[in-house]
């Protein structure tokens, strides 16, 4: 039964005088309002859990790195250690050439996310 339906039948029911049916029935309405809700919320949260899982089956620690296995064999990466620990968020590392106080160059690893993973390659 739809909302709507349930909202028909309590304006039939409060015409027929019976305002203590038409009160239970508007009660149920919003429990009704309220169950949906919360069907939602939990169905984002499945599958939230499902991808969280998903990608965790398929990440192996090499280094200061996470990879994930892809489905032809290959791997993406080098994912950030951190993010996916704390946030499980997947995110890739950058190269980037940073300079010293002498001018040197060096090339790192960069989470811009969390700019935690600071490794020298
Ligand atoms: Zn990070």
Known sequence: MTIEAIKQVA???KLAGRIDLYEQILDLREEMV??????LKLSEELAECKRVQDISDRLVKRGNFYYK???????DGPLCVTCWDAENKAIHVLEKVTTDYMG???NVLVCD???RNRIQK
């Open 34 to 39: 309220t169950l949906r809700s919360d069907k």
């Open 11 to 13: 304006e039939l029911v």
């Open 104 to 106: 040197r160059k060096t």
């Open 69 to 75: 296995r892809l489905d032809d064999g290959k791997e």
């Open 113 to 115: 996310w969390c700019a």
